[in-house]
Every structure is written in C-alpha cells, then in structure tokens.
C-alpha cells in the first residue's frame, strides 16, 4: 500500500485474532522509532505482551478493578481479566518522561503518542489490524507497578494488534476545510 493510501484510509480495527508474523511487528516496531522527537531523547519504550503473559495482564486488570471498587462481582473481575485476550499482541506504550530545558513533558508525550500512530499506520498499511486503548487501566498505578513502569513513565496506551475478524468498517472522508483555514493576520 502507498503511503498516502494509508496515511487517508487508516481506520482502528477492535476485532482482532490470529497471529501477526515476526516481520510484520518488526516492520510496525520499527515505525514506532522514527516519530518525531525533539533533541532526540527518546522518551518511549514498549512492553510487548503475548501468549500467557495476556493472562497475567488481565489478572492485573482485575486486581486493580477490584482495588478501586471492592464490590466487584465476579463478572465484573472476568470483563476485566478478558480484555487483554482481545487481541494476540498487545504492545504497551510508554513515555519517559525527563525533566529537560527546552523539551517540556508534554512534547515528550506527543513524540510517544506520535510512534504509536506511527505504529497503527505501519499494522495498517501491511493490512494488520490495530487499536489505540486506553480506559482506566492506563492510569492505575497498581497496573503500573505489576508492570514495572516508574513514576517518571506514563501509559499512553495497549496497543492492540492481530487479524482482523469481520467487515472492516466504512468510515466517510472529512472535510478539509471544515478544518483547516488560511490565517491572513
Ligand atoms: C489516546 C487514545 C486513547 C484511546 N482509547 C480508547 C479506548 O480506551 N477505547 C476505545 O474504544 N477507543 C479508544 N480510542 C479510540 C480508538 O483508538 C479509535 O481511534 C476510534 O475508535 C476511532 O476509530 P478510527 O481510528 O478507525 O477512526 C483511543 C484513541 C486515542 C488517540
């Protein structure tokens, strides 16, 4: 697929299952490490979370459900403890953050949210299905610690990748000049 193809026709895929094939994650992988980044500081790394890990994810996702809201039915602990099984990669992505003279933090979670567009635009145009989530578990400082992340790093988001199951959805071009407009001072 051409650049521009994919860059236009980009959509999320939430239905996902399968396999994705080493190449193509290293492909999306190596997407990630060219979004921009001012004074090239690198403020992002990834877990990549497969297989029986997945389990171990969701049980940290129910833990911290049932730790905010002790009244946690068991259904309630299953919805949580499923969600990773939605997909057979989950890459989490993660901004570290420094303290810098003329790189504030929020540039350095825009360069980490970049790779990971950067990431859903490579799944995308390999025709490997991918969603950005987040939702509470990317905030929880209990996911955070079962995860190792420090205090310095934050979650920007589970990117999930796999094949896509069903129709892909059909989604209409927005106007440009809805939003975009010449400034003339
Ligand atoms: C930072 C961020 C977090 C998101 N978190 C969620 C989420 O937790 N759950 C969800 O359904 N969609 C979430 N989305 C939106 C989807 O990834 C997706 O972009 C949206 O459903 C629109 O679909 P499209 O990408 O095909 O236009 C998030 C998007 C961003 C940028």
Known sequence: MD???ALHNRISSPRLSGEVSEEHLQNIFKAALR????????PWRFLIIKEEARNKLG????????EGNPEQTVQMAERARSKPLRAPIIVVCIAKL???????????ILSCGSAVQNMLL?????GVGAMWRTGGMAYNDLVKKGLGISASEQITGYLYLGQI????????????????SVWKG
């Open 3 to 5: 650049t521009l193809a």
């Open 35 to 42: 979004a921009p980044d001012h004074a090239q500081l690198k």
């Open 59 to 66: 049980e940290l996702f129910a833990q911290a459900e049932r």
């Open 98 to 108: 420094v303290e810098h003279n003329s790189v504030p933090e929020v540039e350095q």
């Open 122 to 126: 490579a799944a995308y145009a390999q």
């Open 165 to 180: 199951e069903g129709r892909s959805k059909i989604v209409p071009a927005l106007k440009v000049d809805e939003y975009f």
